[in-house]
Structure formats: structure tokens, C-alpha cells
């Protein structure tokens, strides 16, 4: 019923998840249920032939009946086929693939990216597409940079034409419960089943696992009192993130973190930043460049340093979940038939709520952060890739510290989650196409204010693919045709290739 999944490979192992159904009453989040003994297999076959793995584990209510097993002992580099067995069922059969060994020379890693899946606003074709991808052996792994689900209540957060599906529960989620049974109404999609049984997962969190512009101390989206605790439901959107994703972090409401680093051969050291856990409340611009103002938090940060410091690989990849690159938006002038509704969809890419002609949300409103990390990615001297997600649209940005070229930024656009065509339908009443002229007149005027986007589209939904060389990236950006049509076609739109020597190619 929730399908299977894989996450966080390194060399000898991948950790595998299920979820077992134990009576018909033991809903998600509902916390009834017997303990139950669940045996998982580890084979390089299809068909089961040949098992190099197994083991039993328990699935009970504590854990809303989810189990994560790590089946060390594996081959690197390698495909393997996993199942589990509980109650007399079998479950679906995954295909998962470790990590390359640390010191091989390797000669590419491909990236599935995704982010933003709104479940109201719209299908999740694009997972059906990043599926046939991992099918097909084109991807290694998916990278997901955060809203694996939202917390919005019906009609929160709705597409274009209103809530294609509605959530479950009803309400805006706050308590265990509702996020254990919010986890489970998505892991019921056939198109995000797809794509968890093809490839294995590393995951990390954004704002919408929990709420909307979520800080340390509390969030947007969320009334102190009136909504609870904002530590309980904090620790409650955690919990269900643990239980009921194939992650190999541990949670940091019970001391750990979710900041970690997976090797992939001596090409790519992947590390996946925590950039809501630890940051400080939204500012005003004046406060932008304060050095008392932090993304990462002290000991998030030592530690990335030390990881930078110390790695041999060719490429530092890091899984960034809000924008790196600087955005700078002014307003367009009146004498433009279409600069009322293209001057409210800047507001909207720029946070409206702040009234301000920058993303406070994201890097730009950590600027002293910002600039420290790029001076130690530029004193390593290794190639450099920012993989992002959150803006709901699609980004190739070069990254600068001053005026030296530093990397890259693949920003990947959403599952499903509303975009610019969508905002302006939802805010005039009229039905707005993709591609249409105020999000064009849009676009124009963010590349010509930012030189250095080098590739940007406000409408299109879908994912993005990596594919990492040791002299260049090449940026996939693949497009669902209609997100409010079941089962929509996916096509490749846009390619750019980026390299440190000459920039983007093409």
C-alpha cells in the first residue's frame, strides 16, 4: 500500500524501507496496531535467485509500523534487488545500487534532482518521468532538496484550476498524527512508489516538512498557542520524516542532524546542508550582510568546513535546498501593458511578504554565511555544484565571490507545487498559459538585472538530472506538459553544459 524505498548509498550498503499494513485499523499516523516480524531480502537478481542478504525486523506502532534496514556487507558500484515479507504478503521488489568504492576512478555520477511536491496543486507525473530514468540505469541516485510534503490544509495551496486532489488529513497538520498520516497519503501515489522502488533516495528537508519559512524558533506558518508548541510540532514533523523516509541521518530533535556527506568514487563528494534547523528568523535587507546572522548554525558549519577541507574528491556537490546565487529584482515600468500583474510576480519571487527586492528566504537573506562558504570552496579549489531546489522554477546560475568564477547552480524546478503562471491565475482569476507574456516580460527582466543566470523558466514543473564529469556538468531540465492531467507526458526541454575553465558552453 506504501510501497518500498532506498536511501543514503555509500559502498556497502543502502538503507531499505517499507511500511507494513498490520489490520485494516493501523492506519498511518493512527497508532494501533500489533508488533510484527518482517523479513527483507538482498539479491543481485530480479528473480530472487541468488539472496547475498537477509534479515528479520519488527515493525510496530511506535514507529507507525516503518522499518529501515541496513544491509552492510554489499558490493560497491552495484545493483541489487530488495523485498520484504510480512503477514503472508510479499511486497513490491525494489532496485536500489550502492556507491562506488572511495578511491575508484570513476568517470560519471548522474543525479536525479527533485524538489516541491505539492499534493493539491497538481499530478506527480514528473516522478512517473525521473522513474524511467532510474528504469533505465541513467541515474545513480535521486537528490531530493526538500517539500516532500506539505503541510497546508485543502484549498491551502491550491494549482491553477483549483485542488486537483485533496489532502489528507483536511486540516493544516500539526501533531504527530497528522504528519504520520500526511507521510502516508503521498507514499499511496503510484508515480512516487515508481520512483522509490527504482533508485535509492538522499533526501533533506526544506521548510514545508514542517511549515512554511521555518527558522529555529518558529516559522511563518505557524501561531504560537493557537497552533501549539512550536517545539512540539517541531519534533512531531521530524519524527514522521524519520519514520517514514529511507534515511540514514539521525533526528535532530533527540540530538543528531541531518547534515551529512555520501562519497561517490573520487569524482563527487555530495554533501546534503540542514538549512532550516539552525537559522536565524527572516530580516530586513539592512541585516542581510550582519556576521551575527547565521544559515548554517556554528556546529553545522565547522563541520561543513572541515568536510571541504578534507575532501579528495574532484567535485564538491552540495544539496542546497534554498537558492545560493544572489537574485536582484527591481520593478518594471508602468508604461508596459503588462507590468501591473509582472510587478506582482516579482513580488512573489521575491517574498511578498517582506516588501523587499530580495529573497529573504533564501542565501541572499545570509550573506555573511554565504560569503564565508564560498571562500572556502574557492580556497579548496575543487569544481563546485550547488543542486537546489524550493523556487519552483527552473535556474542554471554561475557563482561568483566577487568577481572570480567559482561553480555552478543547478536549480531544479517543482514536482508540482504552484509556480509564476500559477500565482498570476490565482490572483487575477483569469486562466494564465505557461509561457505567457507577463512571465516572459518576467524572465527577461531577472537574466537582464542578473548576469550571471544563465537559464531560467517560471512556468515549467517537472525535475532535473546531473550528469557530473570530471571536466563538466551536464544540466538536464525535463518538463511534465500539463501538471493538472494524470499521467501527463514528460520531455526533455533544456540542456546546459557547464564547466570551471569555461563557464556554461551551452
Known amino acids: 500500500m506504501h510501497g518500498v524505498a532506498s536511501g ?18 493501523a492506519t498511518p499516523g493512527s497508532g494501533v496496531g500489533k508488533d510484527v516480524q518482517v523479513k527483507w531480502e538482498v539479491s ?10 537477509s534479515g528479520d525486523v519488527v515493525a510496530s506502532a511506535a514507529s ?17 534487488y ?51 530514468q ?42 504527530l498524527q497528522d504528519y504520520r498520516t500526511r507521510h502516508g497519503r503521498y507514499k499511496q501515489d503510484t508515480y512516487l512508489q515508481e520512483v522509490h522502488l527504482a533508485a535509492p533516495w538522499i533526501v533533506i528537508w526544506d521548510d514545508h516538512e514542517t511549515a512554511d519559512n521555518s527558522w529555529r524558533d518558529g516559522a511563518g506558518n505557524h501561531t ?71 544559515m548554517l548554525g556554528s556546529e553545522q558549519f565547522e563541520w561543513l568546513r572541515g568536510q571541504i577541507r578534507t575532501s579528495q574528491a574532484t567535485w564538491n556537490v552540495l544539496g542546497n535546498s534554498v537558492m545560493m546565487a544572489p537574485l536582484k529584482l527591481g520593478t518594471i515600468p508602468e508604461t508596459s501593458s503588462q507590468a501591473s500583474s509582472a510587478n506582482e510576480a516579482i513580488g512573489w519571487i521575491s517574498e511578498r511578504s517582506t516588501g523587499i527586492a530580495l529573497n529573504s528566504d533564501q542565501w541572499d537573506g545570509y550573506a555573511n554565511d554565504r560569503r564565508i562558504l564560498l571562500q572556502e570552496l574557492k580556497d579548496k579549489g575543487s569544481n563546485v555544484l550547488f543542486l537546489t531546489g ?25 514536482i508540482s507545487a504552484p509556480n509564476v503562471d500559477e500565482i498570476i491565475t490565482s490572483n487575477t482569476g483569469q486562466y494564465v498559459p505557461e509561457n505567457n507574456e507577463v512571465t516572459l516580460l518576467v524572465e527577461d527582466v531577472v537574466r537582464g ?58
Open 8 to 25: 543514503d548509498p555509500i559502498p556497502d550498503s543502502v538503507v531499505l524501507w517499507t511500511r507494513v499494513t498490520v489490520s485494516e485499523e
Open 44 to 53: 543481485t537478481t530480479q528473480d530472487f535467485s541468488t539472496i547475498v542478504g
Open 64 to 80: 507507525d509500523h516503518t522499518v529501515h534496514v541496513d544491509p552492510h556487507g554489499l558490493e560497491p558500484d552495484t545493483v541489487y
Open 82 to 132: 530488495y523485498r520484504f515479507h510480512a503477514l503472508e504478503q510479499t511486497s513490491a521488489i525494489g532496485r536500489t545500487k550502492t556507491a562506488p568504492d572511495y578511491a575508484a576512478e570513476n568517470s560519471q555520477v548522474n543525479f536525479g534532482v527533485a524538489s516541491c511536491a505539492n499534493w493539491e496543486s497538481g499530478y506527480f507525473s514528473a516522478y512517473r518521468g525521473l522513474a524511467a
Open 134 to 175: 532510474a528504469q533505465a540505469g541513467e541515474i545513480d541516485a535521486v537528490v531530493f532538496l526538500g517539500d516532500y510534503i506539505y503541510e497546508y490544509e485543502n484549498g491551502g495551496y491550491a494549482g491553477k484550476s483549483g485542488v486537483a486532489r485533496p489532502h489528507w488529513p483536511a486540516h493544516e497538520i500539526l501533531t
Open 224 to 294: 504560537e498557542g493557537a497552533e501549539g508548541s512550536w517545539v512540539d510540532r517541531k519534533n512531531a514533523a521530524m519524527q514522521a520524516y524519520f519514520e517514514w523516509l529511507p534515511v540514514r541521518a539521525s533526528n535532530p530533535s533527540q540530538g543528531g542532524h541531518l547534515y551529512r556527506s555520501l562519497r561517490f568514487g573520487s569524482l563527487v563528494e555530495l554533501t546534503m546542508l540542514d538549512l532550516r534547523t539552525y537559522r536565524d528568523a527572516e530580516t530586513t535587507q539592512a541585516y542581510f550582510n550582519s556576521p551575527d546572522r547565521t
Open 390 to 414: 524550493d523556487i519552483h522554477s527552473e535556474w542554471a546560475n554561475e557563482i561568483y565571490l566577487g568577481d572570480e568564477r567559482i561553480g555552478a547552480e543547478l536549480v531544479g524546478t517543482s
Open 449 to 506: 538585472q542578473n548576469p550571471w543566470v544563465k537559464h531560467l523558466d517560471f512556468d515549467a514543473h517537472g525535475f532535473a538530472v546531473a550528469r557530473i564529469r570530471p571536466d563538466q556538468v551536464s544540466m538536464e531540465y525535463y518538463r511534465v506538459s500539463d501538471v493538472e492531467v494524470d499521467n501527463a507526458p514528460v520531455h526533455l526541454a533544456v540542456t546546459k553544459q557547464w564547466s570551471p575553465q569555461a563557464g556554461f558552453v551551452q
